[in-house]
């Protein structure tokens, strides 16, 4: 049982390039979450999937796209990277519906140039 | 104003202290309340869970909610090294969209 995994771990990117982030979990819950963790701002919600086939906009949607593209995985796009938006993205899950706890995949860590 | 306030820290406490960490909140709507404890580098991973007013105990770790004050905290009893972690209050509405504190790090000294 892994859990929650992302990929990569890491990543360099050059403002404008384009890059996908991909998630998926073994654990059969209906929600997935994506985040972004800044120094001292907390993690902020980027999009969620409250289940498949759906998706909604977070607290910072703007310069992301995501995709659920099954139960599983829950991807999610930078179409031209900002100095901004480097950052530490978690990818969670979640029951959904009767219990929110969330888990979380161990992270990546993007810096764009 | 944010809807979720945590007490910013840092602490740092002698091995066997008790920590108290605390988070206020502003939404009405919020009915679930969670700790996550997150070591350097790493996710978050869920502490606690609890949903209703009063006090949740699990071994050395006590979440107290207080919903009429919309206050939250996290008692750590017998803090030990290994508790060295930055702690996340994480409050969720019925649609299941939680707010995260901003996180308190906290250093056990041996």
């Known amino acids: 049982n892994a859990g929650v995994t992302q990929t990569p771990k890491f990543q360099v990117l050059k403002t404008g390039q384009s890059m996908t982030l991909q998630c998926a979990q073994d654990?059969?819950?209906?929600?997935m979450y994506w985040y972004r963790q800044d120094p001292g701002m907390g993690l902020r919600l980027i999009y969620y999937?409250?289940?498949?086939?759906?998706?909604d906009k977070g607290e910072v949607p703007n310069g992301y796209n995501v995709s659920r593209l099954n139960k599983r995985e829950f991807s999610l796009r930078l179409e031209s990277a900002a100095p901004s938006q480097t950052s530490v993205y978690f990818c969670?899950?979640?029951?959904?519906?009767?219990?929110?706890?969330?888990?979380f995949g161990p992270g990546t860590r993007l810096t764009v140039t | 104003q944010k809807e979720v306030e945590q007490d910013p820290g840092p602490l740092s406490v002698p091995e066997g202290a008790i920590v108290s960490l605390n988070c206020t909140y502003s939404?009405?709507?919020?009915?679930?309340f969670m700790w996550y404890r997150q070591y350097s580098r790493k996710g978050p991973e869920l502490l606690m869970y609890?949903?209703?007013?009063g006090n949740k105990e699990d071994g050395r770790f006590t979440a107290q909610v207080d919903k009429s004050s919309k206050y939250i905290s996290l008692f750590i009893r017998d803090s030990q090294p290994s508790d060295s972690a930055t702690y996340l209050c994480?409050?969720?509405?019925?649609?299941?969209?939680?707010?995260f504190g901003d996180g308190t790090t906290l250093t056990v000294k041996p």
């Open positions: 969670a899950s979640s029951k959904g519906q009767v219990t929110y706890e969330q888990y």
């Open positions: 654990m059969n819950h209906n929600s």
């Open positions: 999937s409250a289940s498949e086939g759906t998706t």
């Open positions: 939404n009405s709507a919020f009915q679930y």
């Open positions: 609890t949903y209703s007013s």
């Open positions: 994480a409050i969720t509405t019925n649609a299941g969209k939680s707010t």
